[in-house]
């Protein structure tokens, strides 16, 4: 309550353009209504409880980049300085966006040296896959982050989907990871090459995944790893997939879900 009565005298930094300008750049009323509400009033909270110390989590999305923009996530990067460091974290959500390279950068940057636990990338688009790529592996060398979401966005080659199991694999930090939405092939890379023995949780759903075989998912199980946590919905595993998964379970002590 006492958080809530010093906000009350605080305002905004920054100026939003009026819908004239948003209407010049081809948003209709009903874009230009999800913009006010997903982004802007999104954000304006986010900095407020930042600045206040009450904010434990974050979420902006539903808007295309535009130079009008740069200065309200300045506003918003500025306000991570106010991140408690010694707390559980903040939970950083991005949704159904476009990211430029810059934008893209300074996110990165900042989950990298702040207290951010978990960041979610969920349907956006980026104007440079492999750079944004490049630029999560350097967030994903933060002590602090725990959690990586990456939905939705199709990696379409193999040599971004190289660097994308090259960069996760590196972090010595992250623990839980989902990853939804992207591709039979991008899964089966993910369980090749990324050693997930330290996981508590993977959701790797949604990805048409077929094993053909592979027995990467039983023996994660049968290991009695710490993972907590493993969702498959959405696949395409048959059964024989189901009768090792099950014959894995025997000795497991820790899966709960």
């Known amino acids: 309550r006492l958080a809530s009565k010093v906000q009350e005298g605080w305002e905004y930094p920054v100026a939003i353009r009026p819908d ?9 009323d009903e874009a230009i209504e999800g913009l006010k ?3 802007f009033e999104e954000l304006k909270t986010a900095v407020s409880r930042l600045e206040h110390g009450v904010c434990d989590s974050i979420k902006v999305g539903y808007v295309n980049h535009d130079k009008a923009l740069v200065p309200h996530w300045n506003a918003l990067f500025q306000s991570f300085q106010h991140i408690n460091p010694y707390d559980s974290g903040v939970k950083l959500a991005l949704l ?3 990211l430029n390279e810059e934008i893209m950068r300074q996110i990165c ?3 990298r040296y702040r207290n951010i636990s978990r960041v979610s990338f969920s349907d956006n688009r980026f104007t440079n896959m492999r750079g944004a790529i490049n630029e999560l592996g350097k967030a994903l060398q933060s002590p602090q982050l725990k959690h990586l979401i990456w939905s939705g966005h199709t990696i379409e080659t193999t040599e ?4 994308f199991t090259r960069v996760l694999a590196q ?3 992250v623990e839980e990871l989902t990853f939804r939405w992207n591709s039979n092939e991008n899964a089966q890379a993910l369980l090749s090459d990324v050693d997930f023995s330290r996981y508590k949780l993977l ?3 949604s990805n048409d995944l077929q094993t053909n075989g592979r027995t990467d998912i039983p023996d994660l199980i049968a290991v009695n790893s710490p993972l907590e946590e493993l969702y498959l919905y959405s696949n395409r595993l048959n059964d024989d997939d189901a009768v090792l998964i099950a014959q894995s379970l025997g000795g497991n002590t820790n899966l709960r879900r």
């Open 109 to 111: 940057h900042h989950v």
């Open 20 to 28: 004239g300008y948003w209407q010049g750049k081809g948003y209709d």
């Open 171 to 173: 972090s010595n930090s």
């Open 37 to 39: 509400g997903w982004f």
């Open 96 to 98: 159904n966006m476009e």
């Open 160 to 163: 971004d989907m190289t660097l």
């Open 203 to 205: 959701n790797l759903s």
